[in-house]
């Protein structure tokens, strides 16, 4: 069983930057796909970013394409999201997930969660 915990949430204002960490333990996701979700009330939880087992494809929702990076360290069994030009809806808690597939990451695949860390856009 793999346990995820985030990092790096907060408040920042529009136009801020924040920097998302999740850090692995219990087994390696060294190969597996790993990625953010992110889920605003009342709402669903949506994929944000993904990247693949070895760091070398990367796929982001259209809403943040061009402004988060998705990056991790297998050495360190760690992902981490930039996030930069923050918006308000943006607003949401942002969940780091593990899937079950090397090259792919939507919720049927989720094999491990985070427990989820709050980000808070102010306008």
């Known amino acids: 069983q793999v346990q995820l915990v985030e990092s790096g949430g907060g408040l920042v204002q529009a136009g801020g930057s924040l920097r998302l960490s999740c850090a692995a333990s219990?087994?390696?996701?060294?190969?597996?796909?790993m990625g953010w979700f992110r889920q605003a009330p009342g709402k669903e939880r949506d994929l944000v970013a993904v990247?693949?087992?070895?760091?070398?494809?990367?796929y982001y929702a259209d809403s943040v394409k061009g402004r988060f990076t998705i990056s991790r360290d297998n050495a360190k069994n760690t992902v981490d999201l930039q996030m930069n030009s923050l918006k308000p809806e943006d607003t949401a808690v942002y969940y780091c997930?593990?899937?079950?597939?090397?090259?792919?990451?939507?919720?049927?695949?989720?094999?491990?969660w985070g427990q989820g860390t709050q980000v808070t856009v102010s306008s």
């Open positions: 997930a593990a899937s079950t597939a090397s090259y792919r990451l939507q919720l049927d695949l989720v094999a491990s």
């Open positions: 990247i693949t087992w070895s760091g070398g494809s990367t």
């Open positions: 219990g087994r390696t996701v060294s190969s597996k796909a």
